[in-house]
């Protein structure tokens, strides 16, 4: 993925911003999860005195006050309430839904005060899905395994109050349980396989599905029929969900 080209789309620029928004206005010291190329950890020491990078692997970002570190959210290797604030968007959808409640309990764990969270609202996760070409079985688009709402928040934050939530974006995507087995039988043609995430089984990187068989063809247009006809029905909802947590 150009990651330029992602950052300056009007929806990526949309959903940081209103990030930023929620970050109190100065503090010590930020953990940002997930901290790839260092974007929000960059936005981060424009506040705080310190920002630890965090990432399966060891972040590579050039700032005097950011300190690259190789870690797993399920088990950080932090003292309790290290961090002024915890920073993490765009990685909860991604964890292993059996390990879920560890990491969201070791962000509240590590957070001495606040705990920044944004994650897709209400996302299909059937829509989109991609067949691996190595070990034929499915992923969800983008690698993202679990969906959110406001609910499943509270439910993985029972320490932690809300001090301000926010919604970010619209769409209407979904799709139904015959369309979306259809689209799997036709070996889901229309995935994101452009994602840098790898199938999610194998760990193989997603390639271009081969091409369609006459009867594959017959199942991704009798998919496109449930679709059309279930589009009338499905009501707009946000984009993303985003979260300010209080210890």
Known sequence: MDLTEYRNSASEKARISDLMRLVPAQG????DIGARDGFISRLL???YSTVTALDLEKPSIEHERIQCVKGD??????PDDSFDLVFCAEVLEHIPTHLLEAACSELARV???YVIIGVPYRQDIRV??????RCGKISPPWGHVNTFDENRLSRL???LAVVKQTFIGETSEGTNPLSSALMDLAGNPYGTYYQEEPCIHCGANLTDPPARSLWQKV??????IGLRVQKPFLAPHPNWIHQLLRK
């Open 73 to 78: 959210i399920t088990a950080l290797d932090f």
């Open 219 to 224: 199942l991704t247009r009798a998919a496109f």
């Open 157 to 159: 934050f029972p320490g």
């Open 111 to 113: 957070a001495k005060e």
């Open 45 to 47: 020491a424009d506040r």
């Open 128 to 133: 989109g899905r991609t067949t691996c070409n």
């Open 28 to 31: 010590n010291s930020a953990l």
